[in-house]
């Protein structure tokens, strides 16, 4: 079994399916959606995917959040961290995670029409037998490590929905991360927002551009840091 799908989870926020990393997960002004927990879901036996159980986390403690979003000179940015307490998880639970080591330097040579993946749940999909996310294929659209239109994100072109915000954008590692054992070889190179679409497009007549903003993950070292 793949160790890429163990590193995304479904999380249910009141009426929504989604990924725990966007800020908009989390709160949503201009929608009106403001929950305050969220439901993850997690895999409970290693020999049985099948085997899934709901944890809660609150969003709220003494009515101030406890997620940490961003900011940079480019403004807001659309990813949100939440702390897990480890001693409160399934002691069980089958699952991989991301770190440092998986991050790109923002000074690597990643070319345009790189391919990549999207790990998500697009429209709620899912396998619900096994409890997995799928994966969508893109390509880097614009030039890694410059922000485009001066913002922390640059852009992927590939085709996703609703349901797919947060989700980890990756590329096959290039053999430097082969000395882990946790089979997780992938770069993790950003985190995936929303769609970008042209203010000038004619919804009648254009289609969709069929662009997406990802977030350079190095956002997370800042989210996370003690």
């Not at 793949?2 to 995304?8: E, M």
């Not at 790990?119 to 709620?124: D, I, T």
């Not at 190179?189 to 969709?208: F, I, K, M, P, W």
Request: with cysteine; net charge negative; aromatic share 8%.
């Amino acid at each position: 079994m793949h160790s890429l799908l163990l590193a995304a989870t479904r999380v249910h926020t009141f009426s929504q399916d989604a990924m725990v990393t966007s800020r908009h997960v989390l709160i949503d002004e201009p929608s009106g959606h403001y929950p305050d927990r969220i439901d993850i879901e997690l895999h409970i036996d290693p020999a049985n995917l099948g085997a899934s159980t709901w944890f809660s986390v609150p969003l709220y403690v003494d009515r101030r959040a406890v997620w940490r979003q961003g900011c940079d000179a480019g403004g807001a940015i659309d990813v949100a961290a939440v702390e897990l307490q480890e001693s409160a998880l399934p002691d069980t639970m089958a699952y991989r995670t991301f770190t440092p080591a998986h991050l790109a330097d923002l000074d690597e040579a990643v070319e345009i029409g790189s391919p990549l993946l999207v790990v998500g749940y697009p429209l709620g999909f899912h396998d619900s037998l096994h409890h997995l996310p799928v994966v969508r294929h893109a390509v880097v659209a614009s030039s890694f490590g410059l922000r485009f239109q001066g913002k922390g994100q640059f852009l992927t072109d590939a085709r996703t929905h609703r349901g797919t915000s947060g989700a980890p954008v990756v590329m096959a590692d290039s053999g430097r991360l082969n000395t882990h054992d946790d089979g997780l070889h992938w770069t993790l190179l950003g985190v995936h927002s929303t769609r970008y679409d042209s203010g000038a497009r004619d919804t009648e007549h254009d289609e969709a551009l069929g662009l997406n903003c990802a977030w350079y993950a190095d956002i997370l070292m800042k989210l996370t840091e003690r």
